[in-house]
């Protein structure tokens, strides 16, 4: 991934690719259940 950039407060990787790519971390999975249930959860 030459032709990126990596932005380590959110470990995501931002590319030019035409499908760039996320990379699912532990950290990332629970700002994921965080904001889901700051939404409400799975009402």
């Known amino acids: 991934m030459s032709n990126g950039k990596f ?3 959110m470990g ?21 259940v965080e904001a889901v249930a700051h939404l409400g959860g799975a009402d």
């Open 7 to 9: 932005n380590g407060d």
């Open 12 to 32: 995501l990787m931002l590319s030019t690719d035409p499908k760039p790519r996320l990379r699912w971390t532990p950290e990332l999975h629970q700002r994921f």
